[in-house]
Structure formats: structure tokens, C-alpha cells
T-cell receptor, first 115, second 113 residues
Framework: DVKVTQSSRYLVKRTGEKVFLECVQD?????MFWYRQDPGLGLRLIYF???????EKGDIPEGYSVSREKKERFSLILESASTNQTSMYLC??????????????FGPGTRLTVL | AQTVTQSQPEMSVQEAETVTLSCTYD???????LFWYKQPPSRQMILVIR??????QNATENRFSVNFQKAAKSFSLKISDSQLGDAAMYFC??????????FGAGTILRVKS
């Protein structure tokens, strides 16, 4: 079974703090993704990575950065957390064929609250 | 940009009954893929079913089936013999050849016993 794990289920941070969200997958997937999930908006792509040290902006990258130093690990960084970044963050991974058979597998999510 | 619309924020179904969740999408492409994902209250999102646009036959996975109407750009999910474990948020998603999924806003499905 594919396993995608995220470092925390719940996180509470203060405005201005630097926040790290970690994601690890065990399926040797090339692609990894960070999404943000908000009620009424579905999932929106923040960043994705198709290889080690490679990254591409998604639809809402402002206020976020990412790091992928190892194939299995993809980190989302909030350089200076703000209250409007309070949300559910989901990590996913997949193979890189680009076709429809490369299912994205999701982690359990991190509920981040910024006070 | 492609958009995915789920017009039903919430749906309810009686256990053992059938329910249909709606999804429409906007694209100018002819080749693409469509997905339904399920997110139970525990929050781990899982793939329910997928459809390739070039296939005329509607996809089926056990109690889950889709009604894919390419010309109408409609992709609905039918759940037959609903079970309590089907209660979840359901997301419709669209993908062209490439890596990015575009998700709808989701539909909360409640199952009554």
C-alpha cells in the first residue's frame, strides 16, 4: 500500500512564525504536491515537484515556498505565517507519466491554525 | 483555465438507496481524465473512480459508477446500495495530460440509517 505521511495532524502557530510542514512518501514517486483545502473552494494547488530539487508554482504560491532535497520528502514552508493561511494542508504524490493512470495518493492532512 | 463545478454542497441518502452526485467541467481539450475522490471524516483522500475522456464506456467500480456525457461536459457519480461508510466529502477532479489536478468545491454526502 502507498503511504503518504504528514508530520502533524494539528498545528497552532503565531502570526509571523516560520512554519514547516513535512510530507514523506514511500512509493518512490517522482511527483509530490502541496494543496490547500478550504470550505467551498475545494483543493487548490500551492506547489508541486516532479523531481529532487525541482519545483513548480501551482495556482496559489504566494506566501509559501517548498523544498525537496530527497525524493521521498517534500516540505512546505510558510516564511511568515499569517491568519489567512489558517487552513487544511494536504500533501500528495504520484508517478510522473502524466497520464490518467498515475493516481495521486494523499496524506491525512495537517490542520494549521495561525493565531 | 479549466474549472470544475459541483453544484450540490450537500446531499443526503437513505441507507441502501441510490444517490447521484453532479459534476460539470469546462475545457476546450478533447483528451483528458476525470476522477472522483472521497474524503471521509478521518480526512485521508482516496480515489473512487476515474474515466478517460476517449473512452465511451462509463467507468464502474463495484457500487460506484459514473455517467460521463462528453458533449455536455458532465461527469456524475452514482452510488448504489448506499452504506454508512459512504458518508464523506466527494470531490470531482479534472486532469489533462500532465500532472495537475483541478478540483471542484466538493459535495458532502450524509447517509441516514
Amino acid at each position: 500500500d502507498v503511504k503518504v505521511t504528514q508530520s502533524s495532524r494539528y498545528l497552532v502557530k503565531r502570526t509571523g512564525e516560520k512554519v514547516f510542514l513535512e510530507c514523506v512518501q514511500d512509493m518512490d514517486h517522482e511527483n509530490m504536491f502541496w494543496y490547500r483545502q478550504d470550505p467551498g473552494l475545494g483543493l487548490r494547488l500551492i506547489y508541486f515537484s516532479y523531481d529532487v530539487k525541482m519545483k513548480e508554482k501551482g495556482d496559489i504560491p504566494e506566501g509559501y515556498s517548498v523544498s525537496r532535497e530527497k525524493k521521498e520528502r517534500f516540505s512546505l514552508i510558510l516564511e511568515s505565517a499569517s491568519t489567512n493561511q489558517t487552513s487544511m494542508y494536504l500533501c500528495a504524490s504520484s508517478y510522473r507519466t502524466g497520464g490518467g493512470t498515475d493516481t495521486q495518493y494523499f496524506g491525512p492532512g495537517t490542520r494549521l491554525t495561525v493565531l | 483555465a479549466q474549472t470544475v463545478t459541483q453544484s450540490q454542497p450537500e446531499m443526503s441518502v437513505q441507507e441502501a438507496e441510490t444517490v447521484t452526485l453532479s459534476c460539470t467541467y469546462d475545457t476546450s481539450e478533447s483528451d483528458y481524465y476525470l476522477f472522483w475522490y472521497k474524503q471521509p471524516p478521518s480526512r485521508q483522500m482516496i480515489l473512487v473512480i476515474r474515466q478517460e475522456a476517449y473512452k465511451q464506456q462509463n467507468a464502474t467500480e463495484n457500487r460506484f459508477s459514473v455517467n460521463f456525457q462528453k458533449a455536455a461536459k458532465s461527469f456524475s457519480l452514482k452510488i448504489s446500495d448506499s452504506q454508512l461508510g459512504d458518508a464523506a466529502m466527494y470531490f470531482c477532479a479534472y486532469k489533462e495530460y500532465g500532472n495537475k489536478l483541478v478540483f471542484g468545491a466538493g459535495t458532502i454526502l450524509r447517509v441516514k440509517s
